[in-house]
């Protein structure tokens, strides 16, 4: 059981918007940097939102990430079949002195 | 543009320990004081899990849950950090990856990745 609460799939049109959500708690998403990573198949993660809103050099303006209290959000505008990956959710975790990731959502482009 | 690459044997045997090195290129370990060094696994079909992260000044910070079997070093004259986690079962078996990671108080999740290496613990 993931500290990081996200549902475990997601899916939208072409074209559409989609919202990933991540549940956390005040020890973790409440007072620290969130990062959110798209993941295809056979290869490593790709840092898509760090320090909960930033967009690393190269990100299209299509992925977009906020937080509020104890829940950060991934936003996916203008859908595209290639956007079809595994989205996780990362922080700190200040309890578990320990970095943690939510379980992951399965994006499905239909 | 800064680069990792994991290393290391991709087969284990169960009890023995797994090492593992990642080489950093593009930038110098040493005196970044801005980052972390990590390490990050995934088993087959499951999520991420953080092992361990360590500053450039030796400083570590652990999974309480790998705690006792991780450790990490820092090779700065050869730009790399290492992996060795003792006592593996095949519950162990993963594709492990290195990253770099912000330090703000405490390591931010990984802003680069290296490109994963399959261990697989077997007899």
């Known amino acids: 059981q993931s500290v990081l609460t996200q549902p475990p799939s997601a899916s939208g049109a072409p074209g559409q918007r989609v919202t990933i959500s991540c549940s956390g708690s005040a020890s973790n998403i409440g007072n620290n940097f969130v990062s959110w990573f798209q993941q295809l198949p056979g290869t490593a993660p790709k840092v898509l939102v760090s320090r909960n809103d930033r967009r690393p050099a190269g990100v299209p303006d299509r992925f977009s990430g906020s937080t509020s209290g104890t829940s950060a959000s991934l936003a996916i505008s203008g859908l595209r079949s290639e956007d079809e990956a595994d989205y996780y959710c990362?922080?700190?975790?200040?309890?578990?002195?320990?970095?943690?990731f939510g379980g992951g959502t399965k994006l499905t482009v239909l | 543009q800064l680069q990792l690459q994991e290393s290391g044997p991709g087969l284990v045997k169960p009890s023995e320990t797994l090492s593992l090195t990642c080489a950093v290129s593009g930038g110098p370990i040493r005196r970044s004081v801005s980052y972390y060094w990590g390490w990050i696994r995934q088993p087959p079909g499951k999520g991420l899990e953080w092992i361990a992260s360590?500053?450039?000044?030796?400083?570590?910070k652990y999974n309480p849950s790998l705690k006792s079997r991780v450790s990490l070093s820092v090779d700065a004259s050869n730009n790399r950090f290492s992996l060795e986690m003792t006592s593996v079962t095949a519950a162990d078996t993963a594709v492990y990856y290195c990253?770099?990671?912000?330090?703000?108080?405490?390591?931010?999740?990984?802003?680069?990745w290296g490109q994963g290496t399959l261990v697989t613990v077997s007899s």
């Open positions: 360590i500053y450039y000044s030796g400083a570590t």
């Open positions: 990362a922080t700190w975790d200040d309890s578990l002195s320990s970095q943690v």
């Open positions: 990253a770099r990671q912000d330090a703000v108080m405490v390591p931010t999740p990984p802003t680069i």
